[in-house]
């Protein structure tokens, strides 16, 4: 490992010397020039599939992608926080949107990850020798930003957990595309709740549950506000899929710009399903992005690496036989777990979306 990490010291060196970012002449983007606003946005809960279909849209060969930037980026960068609250402002309209796309063109190595590809605009090599130096290091994530932000305008798409006010703001005040990816409630909470045993992922969103349903789901709010406390880790997060689904899903069916795409579907047509997102999008499914969805699919630790994705955890991959993880929580998820699960759902709009397509059972 020490071998390695000297041979990843050595490329940053050289690619800093031979493209002399730390002198004078400055890379960035010029903020003069009219910005390309060619924005669309992934969107789902934790644990539906995002990463993976992110990567697919990512593959394609014209498209600059960024990683949950406003997550990830929010609380360190002042550019990404000014955009969110533009996003939620009252204000914001279409004409912002050349300010979020040059907020986020930026190649930060918290939001610009394995697994890399080959690109038709200008991009230098190297990104999964340098990455690794990057994600804690502050010269080396400037010396990042500075290799790999794009000098042209491509267009720009970015994935979140989440966060669907933003969402919603962008698909009806922004008018951009956006793709919404949802996946049977079980297989999720199931997911999330593996993830937070091992510290892997967050469980904070349960301590404003409560505010959550009284805004949202007021209905519910009168069934559940008296127990909260008492329900299963389960049942509060199948409440909190409740909510967003409930929410994304009304967004993006009343509106052109708004296309949601099944999991479950996903993993059984793959390469039908992604051509149908491209479309969205405005582009084609090339054969770079079917060729990676083949590579993806085969669980190949040799791609993981090949990709770029050296330290990232296997609950986190986009390397995985789909079909395998998309079944994984009827092995894992007692029945007691289910049935309390779908009590919850089984009854509304956000679960009959996928069981009336008979993927959902």
Known sequence: MTHYILQLDFC???LIKNHDILGNKSNNMNTNNRINCQLGAIFGTGRSGTTWLGSIVSSHPEIS???EPFHRLQNAQAEISQAVDLIRSDTFSPKDLS?????LSPAYPECEKPPFFAKK???RAGRKFTWPLSRNNS???YVFKRLYTPKEQPMLIFKEVDLVDILIRLIIQGGIPIVYIVRHPCAVVSSIIRGQKNSLMPSARRSVLGSLLAKHEPTLAKKYQPRLNSLKVCEQEALLWLIDVGRALRACKNSAKGLVVIYE???QQPLVTSTKVFQHLGLDMTPESAAFIEESTNNSSSS???RGEVGINSYFTVF???KIARDRWKKEMSQEDRTRVMEIVQDSIAFSFGAERGLWV
């Open 121 to 123: 605009f200008p991009i």
């Open 304 to 306: 993981r690496i090949k």
């Open 139 to 141: 010269l080396g994530a």
């Open 320 to 322: 995985r036989d789909p």
């Open 265 to 267: 579907q996903l993993t």
């Open 12 to 14: 940053f060196k050289a």
């Open 65 to 67: 992608y960024r990683f």
């Open 99 to 103: 300010q979020i796309y040059h907020c």
